[in-house]
């Protein structure tokens, strides 16, 4: 129900006192309620629109600035985990296994 | 599409969930108040993901799912009368009335239109000046300003033919209410993202304060919920209980003053009833005095409706988060998406509808495995 979808203004103009405009969404555009937004946007921007109506402008720095401290992260974790891994198996590789001792036959 | 499609990637889901359950050294229980949030943790299975350190209970997020079922049959009686056309959000057609609903309504000749917006109800009166319109004015504050912006160019542009049936809802009560319970077990919350893009957040700071309870701002894709997660826990570990914001790139401190400013102007607080919960005391939104003229309640005499809610549906208890939707007996059985029993099993973003759908698709994966 709260569901907003970030769009570009392709377009601002006043219809009879209000600030409405053009927003595209990945292609499709539809005509959206600008007036609470209206003092802060410009043609160019990203605003959250929920029926009809920009609540609130996607701040486009902010948004890259913590995907990019977020995927920087989890390429580190990732090249952590693969350390992990690779310590892992090597550890096993110098244990002996303890079924092979006792000859049970049983894969590892 | 930009600012959603990145905020989905697979890598940093698995960090984040990896992160969390290094971090967490006991299972904290933690709920969300959105029903988009809880779409996207049941649909990708982000709570299952994090079973061992996190128990996510899902909570009254969903508008559709708490609107009471008095407000429902007031709008099927304004519905069914001739002389109107009656709008609302698409998902409200289902939902149950005591004996109908408006898809019901719709089918015995009544005129009832989907709009996607308010303003296109209030385009339709201008266009049907013969005829009354009235739209279903459902939601949480993230919908509140399109609905007063609706009355308020009604009034403007003069147009008397339109009306609104209110029935808004506000978050912060309800978040008090779940913690003032005997029974509680919410120790953190996220907060909706969108309702805070509205309002900001700074009403939730008393609330972290007094029940200290971590509460963070969140927003809506996999990588925003499972950051928030992160930042809930990470808080209940070195025992804090703050505000904070994962959502900056939406979400600003004061909200969208303007768009708060004409609520204000239009709406004033009010006592409301939510379903499976009972009254919470100033939770919603009713029109301020001057815009009787645009209540639909006084324009068709509704106002004193009152029903009760059937006692098999057990939507109260999993909207407060003392059930699991299959702990409910009728779940699956007497109550489905197809003939709901209740809200929740309605709305695409309610609990159990969540919850059914999900089994549904993991039923038809394993056959199709099998096959």
Not at chain 2, 68 to 76: F, N, R, V, Y
């Amino acid at each position: 129900m709260c569901l907003g979808i970030p769009g570009k203004i392709h377009s601002i103009r006043d219809d009879a006192g209000l600030t409405m405009g053009v927003v595209d969404f990945g292609g499709v555009r539809r005509d959206v309620c600008l007036q609470y937004v209206a003092d802060e946007v410009a043609v160019g921007d990203y605003v959250i629109v929920h029926v009809g109506f920009a609540i609130t402008k996607v701040d486009e720095a902010e948004a890259h600035r913590t995907f990019e401290v977020l995927k920087e992260m989890s390429q580190l974790e990732e090249l952590d985990w693969m350390a992990e891994v690779a310590e892992a198996s090597l550890s096993l590789a110098r244990t002996p296994d303890p079924g092979a001792v006792q000859g049970t036959g049983k894969p590892l | 599409m930009r600012y959603l499609s990145e905020y989905r990637d697979a890598d940093i889901a698995r960090s984040l969930i990896a992160r969390i359950k290094a971090r967490a050294t006991q299972r904290w229980t933690l709920m969300e108040v959105c029903g988009g949030q809880t779409h996207t943790i049941v649909r990708q299975g982000l709570d299952e993901l994090l079973e061992s350190a996190v128990e996510m209970i899902h909570g009254p997020g969903c508008p559709v799912c708490v609107t009471p079922l008095e407000q429902i049959d007031k709008a099927l009686a304004i519905a069914a009368r001739p002389e109107v056309i009656f709008t609302s959000f698409g998902d409200m057609l289902r939902v149950p009335g005591s004996d109908c609903d408006l898809q019901q309504v719709r089918a015995r000749g009544g005129a009832v239109r989907v709009v996607y917006s308010p303003l296109d109800a209030l385009a339709l009166a201008q266009q049907h000046p013969d005829q009354e319109v009235v739209f279903f004015a459902v939601g949480f504050e993230t919908t509140a300003p399109a609905n007063a912006m609706a009355v308020w160019r009604a009034r403007d542009l003069g147009v008397k033919n339109f009306s609104v049936l209110v029935s808004h809802v506000t978050v912060p009560p309800a978040i008090t209410a779940i913690l003032e319970a005997p029974d509680n077990r919410v120790q953190g919350f996220l907060a909706a993202g969108h309702v805070c893009a509205v309002m900001g957040w700074e009403e939730y700071e008393p609330l972290a304060a007094k029940y200290r309870v971590p509460i963070i701002v969140t927003g809506f894709e996999p990588v925003d919920i499972l950051e928030g997660i992160g930042m809930a826990v990470e808080q209940l570990e070195t025992g804090r209980h703050e505000v904070m914001n994962q959502y900056v790139r939406s979400v600003r401190r004061q909200g969208t003053p303007p768009a708060r400013a004409l609520v204000e102007q239009v709406f004033e607080l009010a006592d409301r009833q939510w379903r499976g919960i009972g009254e919470i005391p100033m939770s919603g939104l009713r029109l301020r005095d001057e815009f009787a003229a645009y209540d639909a309640e006084r324009k068709f005499g509704v106002s004193d409706l009152r029903v009760t809610e059937p006692a098999a549906c057990r939507a109260g208890d999993v909207l407060t988060g003392r059930i699991k939707p299959p702990q409910c007996a009728a779940f699956g059985t007497r109550c489905t998406p197809e003939r709901p029993l209740g809200a929740p099993m309605v709305s695409t973003e309610g609990a159990c509808s969540a919850y059914y759908n999900l089994a549904k698709y993991r039923a038809s994966d394993a056959a199709e495995a099998v096959s």
